[in-house]
């Protein structure tokens, strides 16, 4: 029955992303993402697709920054070059070619956020699509077709929670900053309590850092943003025990398990500490780990699944994920940029490098694909202009 859920959720988003109405212009990139969080992966991958190529005419009049199609293309022959001197195989060429497939998303994807007014809209549709993607997931624990943590359709209770963060909680910090709106508040609660149901640890501190970051950037005061942070400072070094105390009484066997899976892959690494085992041989390596007590596809770690499978080459792209977000995060802090856009960049890059110690973020078309929109979104906002003293002054300030 789920099998047949997730699959109608995703066909239906190929068909309407093939039929181009007016009518249906928001619920076109509504299904979509929602197919992202819900569907079957690869079918809502297409979807994804055909809807960027057909609704918004991509006629390659996007961005001209040609430096990040190098710096892109090099990182993948690199990774190419590196997996066949691990001796891995043709066994890993579907990997590489999947690879290949979420690069070329990248691409559509930064081409139509550089289109005029396709970033609101498709932010709008992500923070709606994750919604769904909620209260399917709170439903369905209702009627008792599903059970805490597992209560997400087609998604383990971690990989839909990192959706809902990345796709769901930031988006809606966005918009509301830019609208007010207080549905985008709605959207938010709805969120957070379909991550506790999932006792997603590490995404409900990720979605109450966004709604921190959400705070300190809704006023302009000087003040109030000392004050804030003095606040949550304070907050942590009054209750650093009691923090403590609850971290360690909500250590469960997910948690350990993380934890052995990180001391396998260490060792398979001093293994093959130069070129590692190969783009996408985790899944072959991984189950192999006898120090838990399940077998598991990937390490549950970005960073850790860079150093196996490609050895220094991993080492150097772990650098560069976090070299790449501190730039954004310090870009939010620093530029003259729409207010909205600087809460963007900060809460979404702080995101994702806490969600690359849990989750294998390039590793599945359903991580994937966040992180291509996460950087095709903030190289766009890079790219505008710093506001004028006027325009800035046009910020909502209480």
């Known amino acids: 029955m789920d099998v047949i859920i997730s699959i109608g959720i995703s066909a239906l988003a190929l068909l309407l992303a093939v039929v181009r109405l007016q009518s249906f212009r928001f619920v076109r990139p509504f299904m979509v993402f929602f197919a992202l969080g819900a569907g079957q992966i690869h079918l809502a991958l297409v979807a994804l697709g055909v809807f960027l190529v057909s609704d918004l005419n991509l006629r390659g009049d996007g961005p001209r920054r040609d430096r990040v199609f190098i710096m892109v293309c090099m990182v ?21 070619l999947q690879l290949a497939v979420y690069v070329g998303m990248f691409f559509l994807l930064r081409a139509a956020v550089y289109q005029p007014g396709q970033m609101d809209r498709l932010m709008a549709a992500s923070a709606a699509g994750a919604v769904a993607v909620a209260l399917l997931g709170l439903l369905l624990a209702a009627a008792g077709m599903t059970e805490a943590p597992a209560i997400f359709l087609a998604r383990g209770a971690n990989e839909a929670s990192t959706f809902l963060v990345i796709m769901g909680v930031v988006p809606s910090v966005f918009l509301f900053i830019q609208t007010r709106k207080p549905r985008y508040l709605v959207f938010i609660g709805i969120l957070f309590i379909a991550q506790i149901e999932a006792t997603s640890r590490i995404n409900i501190l990720l979605s109450i850092s966004s709604i921190c970051v959400m705070l300190f950037f809704l006023w302009r005061s000087l003040w109030w943003r000392l004050g804030l942070v003095a606040a949550a400072v304070s907050g942590l070094v009054v209750n650093f025990a009691l923090l403590e105390d609850v971290w360690e009484r909500n250590r469960n066997y997910s948690y350990e398990e993380r934890f052995a899976l990180y001391e396998g892959g260490i060792a398979l690494w001093e293994q093959r500490p130069w070129f590692g085992w190969g783009w996408g041989s985790s899944s072959e390596i991984v189950p192999r780990i006898l120090l838990t007590d399940q077998g598991f596809p990937h390490f549950h770690s970005t960073y850790i699944q860079f150093l196996v499978e490609l050895g220094v080459l991993g080492i150097f792209l772990t650098a560069l994920w976090f070299i790449g977000s501190l730039k954004m995060i310090h870009r939010g802090f620093a530029r003259q940029l729409p207010v909205e856009c600087k809460a963007y960049l900060v809460a979404v890059h702080a995101a994702l490098i806490g969600s690359g110690f849990t989750e294998a973020m390039l590793f599945g078309a359903d991580r994937a694909v966040q992180v291509a929109f996460v950087y095709a979104v903030s190289l766009y906002i890079s790219d505008l202009r710093p506001m004028s003293v006027a325009a800035s002054d046009q910020e909502q300030a209480y």
């Open 76 to 96: 993948f022959l690199a990774i190419v070059l590196a997996t066949m001197l691990s001796d891995a195989g043709w066994r890993v060429l579907s990997e590489l």
